[in-house]
């Protein structure tokens, strides 16, 4: 079983956004890529990464977000 999830960096200007793949029984971090802005691009990166890496799970968790709702995801 997989989660993700988004979350923000303040930094000295503006925000850094992360979004991370993690495996819940071993709590191990897939994947996980910084964005500067809230596109689903850097969601759809970091899945690809973490199913080239370690095929697909059989239950991927996630909250009802705009980037893990979009069709493209």
Partial sequence: VWCSD?????MKR???YLVAIMDWFTRKV??????NTM???FCIETLQDALMR???PDIFN???G???TTPRF
């Fill in 66 to 68: 705009s980037q893990f």
């Fill in 62 to 64: 996630t909250d009802q």
């Fill in 39 to 41: 596109d689903v691009e």
């Fill in 6 to 10: 988004i979350t923000y960096i303040p």
């Fill in 54 to 56: 370690y095929g697909a």
């Fill in 30 to 35: 897939l994947s996980w890529r910084l964005s």
């Fill in 14 to 16: 503006g925000f850094l």
